[in-house]
T-cell receptor, first 110, second 114 residues
């Protein structure tokens, strides 16, 4: 079935270090959505990318969609303790339903 | 704006008991969803409703039923709870159901079945 692989599964960083999570697919994607879920919370939509090579920034967060539209990345510059949580990517599958990655859990040591 | 409201927040059931999880959204969204989240399994779609009056199975529908009561409300029913249904349940809504519209999630229901 359709799937997307997110790597790494876990990441532990010192506050101030950078962090990157990747979302990889074997097929061309029409879009990528990124969500953040704080511990004990619910997923919150961050951004959607639809164009080949698209790059969007939100303060310290940089989102990128690959030229072939088969992969995407989320990069956080100078992590803070408020960045702790699980980051999920998702995309619209053939049946118009969202397909979800398993997420990357980020822990930040103060 | 309340967004997506789920009730209850916590529930403990005994095996075989039934219950209904309620969900309501006030964003005039057309599509609504029920997901379950288990450690290491990510978000799995139970049922969804692309628009008022329609419901469809997701990837893990067994043991559940849903009702799209009106445009605002989408309920999830467990007829005979099993320990395997211990999970966190999220209701979500989106403006349209094409996979290109952001999902707005409720705060979740933490269900334990003993």
């Amino acid at each position: 079935g359709q799937q997307v692989m997110q790597i790494p599964q876990y990441q532990h960083v010192q506050e101030g270090e950078d962090f990157t999570t990747y979302c990889n697919s074997s097929t061309t994607l029409s879009n990528i959505q990124w969500y953040k879920q704080r511990p004990g919370g619910h997923p919150v939509f961050l951004i959607q990318l639809v164009k080949s090579g698209e790059v969007k920034k939100q303060k310290r967060l940089t989102f990128q969609f690959g030229e072939a539209k088969k992969n995407s990345s989320l990069h956080i510059t100078a992590t803070q303790t408020t960045d702790v949580g699980t980051y999920f990517c998702s995309y619209a599958g053939n049946n118009r339903k969202l397909i979800w990655g398993l997420g990357t859990s980020l822990a930040v040591n103060p | 704006n309340a967004g997506v409201t789920q009730t209850p927040k916590f529930q403990v059931l005994k095996t075989g008991q039934s219950m209904t999880l309620q969900c309501a959204q006030d964003m005039n969204h057309n599509s609504m969803y029920w997901y379950r989240q288990d450690p290491g399994m990510g978000l799995r779609l139970i049922y969804y409703s692309a628009s008022e009056g329609t419901t469809d199975k997701g990837e893990v529908p067994n043991g559940y039923n849903v009702s799209r009561l009106n445009k605002r409300e989408f309920s999830l029913r467990l007829e005979s709870a099993a320990p395997s249904q211990t999970s966190v349940y999220f209701c979500a809504s989106s403006e349209i159901g094409t996979g290109h519209s952001p999902l707005h999630f409720g705060n979740g229901t933490r269900l334990t079945v003993t």
